[in-house]
């Protein structure tokens, strides 16, 4: 009898593409390859669809979610480089701000990630039991990011976990100093503000607090914008 084989759900069948045949690469005669447009669209095609299609350029602030959208709209427009820990209720646009950073950062064909932060710990959850079968990797590892060729767009979502284990407060630690030290765009959406993330991971374990808000909040001039 066959033994099982674990479906992985992080990874989506890709879609057949006519120009790559799925490598990813277009061959050029003779000089090397360039990456397909394919890459850009399975990419974007994970967006949710309350935010897919938000351009940085064209988004109305809607100031009857928060009087200060107009303003942080414009901040982030003026640097879409930068790095951001945006703070706010539900329902004032926190999300919508970091998916149209995403989607910019894909179609400049940078090596781009959005993915809410429960999403990512139950990665590395079962990336960790699954260590053996090698079936399952994160959607984002920290080893991935040790690259210097390529600046790499870092969102997470809802920077929060029901119960912050020590375990969890290791590996965002190591995933934050990763981005912190290639130094990499990181943008971090949450409910709570500063200092009550930074008591939120200090659950985690004695300094872990401390050490993750320094990495969000220290990172090549992150800019701290509060919508409560
Ligand atoms: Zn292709």
Same mark, same amino acid.
């Given at each position: 009898m066959?033994?099982?084989r674990a479906?992985?759900p992080?990874r989506?069948a ?11 690469w277009?061959f050029?005669?003779g000089?090397g390859?360039?990456?397909c447009a ?5 990419i974007?095609?994970?967006i949710p669809?309350?935010?897919e299609g938000?351009?940085?350029?064209e988004?109305?602030?809607d100031?009857?979610r928060?009087?200060?959208q107009?303003?942080?709209w414009?901040?982030?427009?003026n640097?879409p ?5 945006i ?5 004032v646009?926190?999300s ?5 950073l ?5 179609l400049l064909?940078?090596p ?5 932060l429960?999403k990512l710990v139950e ?16 959607a ?9 060729s390529?600046r ?5 979502d ?6 912050p284990t ?8 190591w ?5 912190y030290?290639y130094?990499? /765009?990181?943008?971090v959406?949450s /409910?709570l503000d500063?200092?009550r993330?930074? /008591? ?13 808000m320094?990495?969000?909040q220290?990172i090549e ?8």
């Amino acid at each position: 009898m066959n033994a099982m084989r674990a479906v992985c759900p992080i990874r989506p069948a890709s879609p057949l593409c006519g120009e790559c045949h799925d490598l990813g690469w277009l061959f050029i005669d003779g000089r090397g390859v360039k990456k397909c447009a394919c890459r850009a669209r399975a990419i974007l095609e994970r967006i949710p669809p309350e935010y897919e299609g938000l351009r940085l350029e064209e988004v109305t602030p809607d100031l009857k979610r928060h009087p200060r959208q107009a303003s942080v709209w414009e901040t982030v427009r003026n640097n879409p480089d930068g790095c951001y820990l945006i703070c706010g209720k539900s329902g004032v646009g926190k999300s919508a701000i970091l998916y149209a950073l995403y989607r910019r950062a894909v179609l400049l064909c940078r090596p781009a990630v959005a993915i809410s932060l429960a999403k990512l710990v139950e990665d590395y959850r079962r990336a960790e039991l699954a260590r053996y079968e090698n079936e399952c990797a994160p959607a984002l590892s920290p080893v991935t990011l040790e690259t210097r060729s390529e600046r790499w767009f870092v969102g997470l979502d809802d920077f929060y976990i029901r119960r912050p284990t020590r375990f969890a407060g290791e590996m965002i630690f190591w995933l934050l100093d990763t981005v912190y030290s290639y130094r990499h /765009q990181l943008v971090v959406t949450s /409910q709570l503000d500063k200092d009550r993330l930074e /008591q939120h991971w200090a659950e985690a374990g004695e300094g872990y607090g401390r050490a993750i808000m320094r990495r969000v909040q220290e990172i090549e001039g992150a800019v701290y914008l509060a919508m409560f």
